[in-house]
DNA sequence: TGTACATCAGTGAACGCGCGTTCACTGATGTAC
DNA sequence: TGTACATCAGTGAACGCGCGTTCACTGATGTAC
């Protein structure tokens, strides 16, 4: 490709403006949220001129569920890193999940279908990227729990992570205190739940 | 009040207006979601003119602001009431967040910070409000738990049943199996955990 | 090596739209006398 | 009971804006001969 062998960036063929298109859409977005995303926006930052965007995407939304499916590629990627230990893996997963939003607060919301309105086909196409997601916390479940609960506490622990990252995002945790170790004890309750302590079973201080 | 006294609702003096916009600007909220809420169709429907708004309102952001006060006081409400088994009382509290989550799934977002624009102040005026809705939650956990346990215990039924209530709302659950009873059952782990089973304790399948 | 050509990436101008907000106003109300 | 008046709720027109998208185009590219 020309752009790999060149660098002048002042010519006409871009090269690569797909991606460059994603790149400056994927800026855009962490800076001002979901409905922030322009597509002359996008196309302004890039230095082309608006129309371009359609050789490559049939419209905003489209560029919108192209956010949403590199987001979700690259969870998977966080939640596949093998555990270091297989006692504290379920944990680590839930971990990696609310760290992965935790770093791209807008694009999680993204994918959850903020941004998108209630008429679009990009919702729902977001929608099925979200039980690739979902699926990907079950399997690991699988390894622990007998199937016939895997329905319900794969539900259990996803909403668990969903809700303390939105919650963590929002800036809605109290301020003292370490926000990693406030996480790592939320999550170690849902190994332990909330039942009154049992005699002998005492609960981290 | 003469809109008290009169039916005659094309009158010159509407008499009620700051609740009429309030009423018109939730119905616009739910039937769009919160990107859809317009100063001008609110008024459209009322069938007033869109300057008229700005007798009671500052701007838009302030009828949002407006719209989420409503949400929060009702969902206090909700969350008040007396549980009918002092033993299930947590439970019960969870199931109400999440009816009032799905009666109110875009006013529930609204909530959460969700149409207004990163830089609105109104975005920092409802996560005031949201912190009230989690004092309510903590002040029920405080009559099952220690106190030192309380803000992690506390961030743990919240992020459980916030998002559990966001996925729901958005319709991600499986089809098959009653939503109630699933919601019932992932609840029901928040007391147990996850731990795998031990003997005698069986969970219900 | 040079030239004609098909391809198609990117352009500039324009369309139509609806938005939030401001402004000077008008019309209804209730009160003071 | 009647009239002048202050108050202020609601209006119509306009401002300025930026948006997503369409259109006919232009300019660069690489290939076939």
Redesign the interface.
């Known amino acids: 490709l020309r752009s790999l062998r060149s660098k002048k960036s002042d010519q006409y063929h871009h090269g690569d403006l797909r991606n460059a298109l994603l790149t400056a859409a994927r800026e855009l977005l962490e800076?001002?949220?979901p409905?922030?995303l322009g597509l002359r926006e996008i196309a302004r930052r890039v230095g082309v001129s608006a129309p371009s965007a359609y050789h490559y995407f049939s419209s905003l939304d489209a560029i919108a569920v192209g956010l949403a499916e590199q987001g979700t590629n690259e969870m998977a990627e966080c939640l596949a890193v093998e555990a270091s230990h297989k006692a504290s893996q379920?944990a680590q997963t839930g971990e990696a999940y609310i760290a992965f939003a935790r770093a791209n607060p807008a694009l999680y919301?993204l994918m959850?279908?903020?941004?998108f309105?209630?008429?679009s086909k990009g919702g729902v196409a977001v929608?099925d990227l979200?039980?690739m997601a979902?699926d990907i916390i079950k399997a690991r479940l699988a390894e622990?729990?007998p199937e016939?609960?895997l329905?319900?506490?794969g539900?259990?622990?996803?909403?668990?992570?969903?809700?303390?990252s939105?919650?963590v995002i929002?800036?809605?945790?109290?301020k003292k205190g370490d926000t990693d170790e406030?996480i790592r004890?939320?999550l170690e309750?849902?190994?332990?739940?909330?039942?009154?302590p049992r005699m002998g079973a005492r609960?981290r201080?």
């Not at 959850?112 to 941004?115: I, L, R, V, Y």
């Not at 929002?170 to 109290?174: L, N, Y």
């Not at 309750?189 to 009154?196: F, H, T």
């Open positions: 800076e001002g949220g409905s922030s379920l919301r959850f279908g903020e941004g309105s209630a008429t929608r979200r039980q979902f622990r729990l016939g609960d329905a319900i506490a539900l259990f622990l996803w909403s668990l992570v969903h809700g303390l939105l919650l929002d800036g809605q945790i109290e406030v004890r939320v309750l849902a190994g332990n739940g909330l039942a009154v609960r201080v």
